[in-house]
């Protein structure tokens, strides 16, 4: 005899899985060029702080290496800090709330896998691009056109979740769900 359910609890882990099916794609890809901007402010700011604590004068610095890695915390910081909490302040706006396979918060270590497993957005352009010589709008058109594909890749995830959230074991899903 199977036992029924307490009214408000939440599903098995098995039931919510499959339950967990993300917002439509162009509502995430407004989220997503929504972020873009928000981190203009970030990047600004922590370019800034870079800058004067290392006294940078001239934008063509050697230290152009050791900004781009201090970016690169930065991003994790902001971006695991905020997704361990549920959702950013452009999937706030958009009404989207990133959770794990159970659809729980996720943890600081999860979100920061998460970010890792996000730069699939940028690695596979960037790879290319820093061994073929191009142009500018070739290079946008490249970077563009791998974050189409990537994109509409999510198409062939069952739940059409992007793949670098199957990879990290988390979900994009509506607010409220």
Known sequence: MASKRAVGAAPAPSHVA????????????ACWA???VLLFAVVFVAGWLFSALGQVRDAMDAR???LQAFLF???AIYFAWFWSRGQTLAMKTWKIRVVDASGRRLSQ???LLRYLCSWSW???PLAVLAFVPVTPLHATLVAGGWVVFWALLSRLHPQRQFWHDALAGTRLV???T
Request: glycine share 6%.
């Open 174 to 176: 509506p607010e409220g």
């Open 122 to 124: 940028f690695l596979p």
């Open 34 to 36: 929504y972020e873009g």
């Open 64 to 66: 152009r290496p050791l």
């Open 109 to 111: 270590a999860r979100a």
């Open 73 to 75: 915390v930065v991003f």
């Open 18 to 29: 499959s339950s967990l099916v993300a917002p439509p794609l162009a509502r995430r890809m």
